[in-house]
């Protein structure tokens, strides 16, 4: 009598199988401008830029999503399979940083992204004239946008300032140049340029301080007290002489 026999199969073969068919399953890969991995575009204002997503090994006709950030980008019915385009016309101060997708429709886990990295020269903005008080402190704020981040210069009457410890105070971020003064004196008075320098270019803005009389305080309880004294001298002279006005009625 023939004996069956069967072929013993290694535990670990069916997790092996699916596997190896996952990974042919997601040999599916889309790409930007000829970049299947995220990558960063660089760019200055003005000319458009043009995106290209292209599906890699699909067998069949594919959708593809654009999105910027977290909004989706709207396109043409033609504008969708395999291939699809979009084009960021012109490329200004926003797209600095925008951040552009393109994913599958069906996975959207399948995906590659640009970075827009846009170079542009200072561009300053602030409040040009300032009225401050004698012994008062006033703040003067030189807003500037630019990539990269440039370093900045405070002058006064076109020599740079001098800097006191005890009454000036620098602040600064990525897109505000502040200088504080600590109870400003008539000698503060005059114009004050932010002078902001990058690899891109230079910007100035002038700021002009007027540095205004002390105004006279005058004590609010003593002016309440007055008042007060001065109505109830009315009342009790009203009270006094209220005989008389009663013959004249």
């Known amino acids: 009598m023939a004996q069956r026999r069967s072929l013993a199969v290694p535990r670990g073969a069916p997790v092996l199988a699916i596997s190896f068919l996952a990974c042919v399953a997601?040999?599916?890969?889309?790409?930007?401008?000829?970049?299947?991995?995220?990558?960063?575009l660089s760019t200055e204002l003005g000319p458009p830029i043009s995106l290209s997503c292209l599906v890699h090994n699909s067998s069949q006709a594919e959708e593809l999503l654009w999105y910027r950030g977290d909004g989706q980008v709207g396109l043409n019915d033609g504008n969708k399979v395999n291939i699809s385009n979009i084009c960021i016309s012109p490329v200004n101060e926003s797209d600095n940083g925008a951040t552009f997708s393109c994913k599958l429709a069906r996975d959207k886990s399948v995906q590659v992204s640009v970075v827009l990295d846009v170079k542009f020269p200072p561009q300053l903005s602030g409040e040009e004239t300032l009225h401050v008080e004698e012994n008062k402190d006033v703040t003067l704020t030189c807003n500037s946008k630019s990539n990269p981040q440039a370093q900045t210069t405070w002058y006064k009457d076109n020599n740079i300032l001098t800097l006191q410890q005890s009454r000036h105070e620098l602040y600064q971020t990525s897109e505000v140049f502040q200088l504080s003064i600590?109870?400003?004196?008539?000698?503060?008075?005059?114009?004050?340029?932010?002078?902001?320098?990058?690899?891109?270019?230079?910007?100035?803005?002038?700021?002009?301080?007027i540095v205004e009389d002390k105004k006279p305080v005058f004590p609010k309880e003593a002016i309440i007290a007055a008042v007060v004294v001065v109505a109830i001298t009315i009342l009790f002279g009203i009270v006094a002489q209220k005989d008389k006005f009663l013959k004249v009625w």
């Open 26 to 40: 997601t040999g599916l890969e889309l790409s930007i401008n000829n970049h299947t991995a995220d990558f960063t």
């Open 182 to 209: 600590r109870k400003a004196q008539k000698s503060d008075n005059g114009t004050y340029t932010c002078v902001v320098e990058s690899p891109m270019g230079n910007g100035t803005r002038d700021f002009h301080l």
